[in-house]
Nanobody, 118 residues
Framework: QVQLVESGGGLVQPGGSLRLTCVGS????????INWYRQAPGKQRELVAL???????NYADSVKSRFTISRDNAKNTVYLQMNSLKPEDTAVYYC????????????WGQGTQVTVSS
């Protein structure tokens, strides 16, 4: 089983930056793809970025060139560096661990609020 704890959210002005952190527990952390999702009020949850154990990353078109996902496997930690933030980035951001095989399961953190406003 994997437990995930996110941190780093907050209020930032447009054009500012934040770094989100997701810390995972469990010895099988390397067997999971780690995703960052977000959900804005009244909208569906959307995938923002993902990273494999080897560091391969993918991004939603809306955040490409502004967000960077990275992973420190020794610390069971994944980061989401968010630059040039826009009001439309406002959402609750969730860390998700998706097992490489179905038997490993799928786990979610509690979420962290990001608000971009002047």
């Amino acid at each position: 089983q994997v437990q995930l704890v996110e941190s780093g959210g907050g209020l930032v002005q447009p054009g500012g930056s934040l770094r989100l952190t997701c810390v995972g527990s469990g010895s099988m952390f390397s067997s999971y793809v780690i995703n960052w999702y977000r959900q804005a009020p009244g909208k569906q949850r959307e995938l923002v970025a993902l990273i494999t154990y080897g560091g391969g990353a993918n991004y939603a078109d809306s955040v490409k060139s502004r967000f960077t996902i990275s992973r420190d496997n020794a610390k069971n930690t994944v980061y989401l560096q968010m630059n040039s933030l826009k009001p439309e980035d406002t959402a609750v951001y969730y860390c998700n661990a998706h097992g490489l095989v179905p038997s490993l399961g799928d786990y979610w953190g509690q979420g962290t609020q990001v608000t971009v406003s002047s």
